[in-house]
């Protein structure tokens, strides 16, 4: 509806549009922004998971691959009868190897042969089953029969080392499989988890952990603190459990790129803003005039709204236009009754409620007194039309109290006329709803009655 409602200015015009595209630009910004985002996390975790899973492989190819000299021990104790006559070579080979920290041979559990020779001293004769022990991996791998990975463990000059214990049986004459003793594979600690790979993970900008899955302890952990939300892989090698976590240092979301992105989102949003408003200030001021605004309904003036109305029909944006012409019913009277500002103020109530009737197109304006003109612009058929006119003249049906408890009954009388817009022969629109309305008048008034070429006998009322 087109009036100059509540004494919306161009400014106030434009800046309530400004701050509705503001705010609907700022929404679909935002929501695009959390849509980015959480793709943008999607795929940060994505490489993660790869990175995680390419770095546990990683730390399994090395560990077993250290395990299997110790198998390779074993195979050699076996074939060997227990000779370890020749065990010095094989021992000084397998030490070139730098994961590997030392090499001990326990035939029935006692440490015999410790390999490197200096430190041997203090190890010989050490019971590796003895139940007092605090390291109870070399029980466990007797109990099961087979290699058992333990640690770290404290050695006596304060080293910390990975160790593999391998049971080797031997077979007796009678063909059966006797226990001969354990061989220890020794594994630095933490050199024989630590890789370059992971150095690469922290350069990257990850962070990660390795903790054993029972108890929580850390093993291995980067500089830099894991995210919580940090991804986790099991790692099962022979009997140990390990946790390896692995993440973004900095979280899953750059927050100097998203701060980035919503200043500018924030910008964007402001220069539409100010584009909008000084567009709709232009368009506004361009039909606005504040001489065209009635001081008692905040309607059209009827100068200004046949003005409008007359650009409207030149246009030739609506192929129709019916006008309607609303007239209260015995006002004088009572504005007489009630007072005049009483009057005033129930003819601008039901301004009010009349404007909630109209489209957006439509024109509202008042003629003079209390007499009202709505344009009504349509380019489809009509049939809505006696509906829409009654339902504009039931806008003044209303019960009025006055000051001395009285109640005087309120109604209008309405006459409409219509014809095709591209005339743009407003004034003889005019004359035709006129006389409808003087119809209405003539037949009983609280009616409605539409121009028709041959002038009724009796008014027509609409449902």
């Not at 793709?39 to 395990?67: F, G």
């Not at 350069?203 to 500089?223: F, H, I, N, P």
């Not at 109209?358 to 809505?384: K, P, S, W």
């Amino acid at each position: 509806m087109i009036s100059l409602r509540n004494g919306k200015t161009p400014v106030k015009a434009g800046l309530k549009m400004g701050a509705l595209v503001f705010a609907v630009a700022l929404l679909v910004g935002a929501a695009l922004i959390f849509v980015l985002e959480r793709m943008e996390i999607s795929n940060a975790r994505k490489h993660a998971q790869l990175a995680l899973e390419a770095e546990a492989d990683n730390l399994c190819y090395r560990i077993e691959s250290a395990l299997g000299r110790a198998s390779s021990l074993e195979a050699y104790l076996d074939g060997a009868g227990g000779d370890m006559s020749e065990f010095d070579h094989v021992a000084a080979s397998i030490l070139q190897d730098p994961m590997v920290r030392a090499i001990s041979i326990a035939p029935d559990g006692k440490v015999a042969y410790y390999y490197p020779e200096q430190e041997a001293q203090s190890i010989v004769g050490r019971d590796l089953l003895a139940p007092d022990r605090l390291d109870q991996s070399a029980r466990r791998a007797i109990e099961r029969e087979e290699l058992t990975l333990a640690g770290p463990v404290d050695l006596i000059d304060g080293d910390r080392v990975l160790a593999a214990r391998v049971p080797v049986y031997q077979w007796d004459e009678q063909g059966r499989r006797n226990l001969w003793g354990l061989v220890s594979l020794l594994l630095k600690f933490p050199d024989a988890l630590q890789s370059d790979r992971m150095d690469a993970l922290e350069t990257d900008g990850y962070a990660y952990q390795l903790s054993a899955s029972e108890d929580g302890s850390v093993l291995l952990g980067s500089k830099r603190p894991l995210p919580d939300d940090a991804l986790t892989k099991e790692i099962n090698l022979h009997n140990a459990r390990w946790t390896l976590r692995l993440g973004p240092a900095d979280g899953w979301v750059n927050w100097r790129v998203h701060a980035l992105s919503l200043g500018l989102l924030l910008l964007f949003c402001l220069v539409l803003a100010v584009l909008a408003y000084l567009i709709v200030k232009r368009r506004v001021g361009e039909l606005y005039d504040p001489a065209a605004c009635d001081e008692l309904t905040g309607l059209l003036t009827r100068e200004y709204g046949e003005r409008l109305i007359r650009r409207i029909m030149a246009s030739g944006y609506y192929a129709f236009a019916a006008l309607v012409l609303l007239d209260v019913d015995g006002f004088t009277h009572l504005n007489d009754a009630l007072g005049k500002p009483a009057g005033d103020r129930v003819l601008k109530s039901a301004c009010d409620r009349l404007k909630g009737c109209l489209r957006g197109q439509d024109v509202l304006c008042r003629v003079v007194g209390d007499t009202i003109m709505v344009c009504i612009f349509y380019n489809h058929e009509d049939a809505f039309l006696p509906g829409r006119v009654e339902m504009l003249r039931q806008a003044f049906t209303r019960e009025v109290r006055g000051p001395g408890g009285e109640v005087f009954a309120m109604h209008a009388s309405a006459g409409a006329a219509k014809m095709p817009a591209k005339t743009g022969d407003f004034q003889a629109l005019y004359e035709r709803a006129d006389l409808a309305l003087f119809w209405a008048k003539r037949d009983g008034k609280d009616r409605a009655a539409f121009y028709q070429e041959t002038p009724p006998d009796q008014a027509v009322e609409l449902p």
